[in-house]
């Protein structure tokens, strides 16, 4: 199961995946050094923000989030913004634009209002 803590999580682990045979070429190759400090530069300039949905529904303990694309097996983390609270929940399914949800911990404490990360 492919886990992660949040969309700009998996942004820097997909371009490190991309970056991988250069940084190993770069490691191995003496006189190249030029091409890891390229690398850092390109990695410290690269913006990334948080991509955050909403639940809309919870019925049972199915919970339907929209404005978030995430896929089956993955990890989003629920949270409250006015409060210090946070659920993790594995993705299941989807219907639509919609992802559905299964709480890994007490669901007590989502609302209409809960952040989907």
Known sequence: MFASRSPSFRHAQALLFDLFPFLIAA????????????LR???SHTNSHEIRGRVVQVVGTIIKAVGINMKIG????????????QLNAEV????????????????????S????I
């Open 74 to 85: 993955e990890i989003a983390i629920l949270k409250n913004p006015w409060e210090d609270w």
């Open 41 to 43: 530069d390109a990695l």
């Open 27 to 38: 490691l191995l190759l003496p006189g190249i050094s030029h091409i890891t400090s390229a």
């Open 92 to 111: 299941v399914g989807f219907s639509e634009d919609a992802i559905l949800l299964t709480p890994l911990g007490n669901i007590l404490g989502v609302s």
């Open 113 to 116: 209002s809960t952040e989907v």
